[in-house]
């Protein structure tokens, strides 16, 4: 995944999340960059099909599912994810999802601190 850093609003302006959709071209993620300053960066994410298991050695994120549903492995564990929860993740965190639902899962992810993209490493399911 690549970072994309578009900025829908990056003020103190009310963003609607939940008037922003997927483009209707989504291969597999979109990120929106929602704001950021030094203390942390908040993206909305769209997955279409999964995140690879990775992790942020620098960063913790928390992630409020918008939409959607999938299966999140966290960790040493696995769960379902669904709209309405919040998942914490801690630094050094393993971390991935695959999409269970029809549609694609819209995530408000929040990285502390401020998130550059630089700080995404794969990690092998064998290790």
């Known amino acids: 995944m690549t970072l994309l850093l ?4 990056i003020s103190s302006a ?16 979109k990120v929106v960059q929602l704001a950021s300053n030094q203390d942390a960066s908040q993206f909305l994410i769209f997955i279409k099909k999964s995140v690879p298991l990775h992790l942020h050695k620098e960063h913790s994120e928390m992630v ?34 695959t999409v269970t639902s029809q549609q694609p899962l819209k995530v408000l992810s929040t990285q502390t601190p401020e998130y550059f993209g630089k700080d995404k490493h794969l990690v092998s399911e064998h290790e």
């Open 6 to 9: 578009l900025s829908a609003a």
């Open 14 to 29: 009310p963003i609607n999340i939940e008037q922003m959709v997927a483009p209707s071209d989504l291969e597999n993620v």
């Open 64 to 97: 409020y599912i918008v939409d959607g549903e999938g299966r999140m492995q966290l960790g040493d564990k696995s769960f379902t994810i669904k709209k309405g929860d919040f998942v914490k993740i801690d630094e050094n965190t393993p971390h991935g999802v």
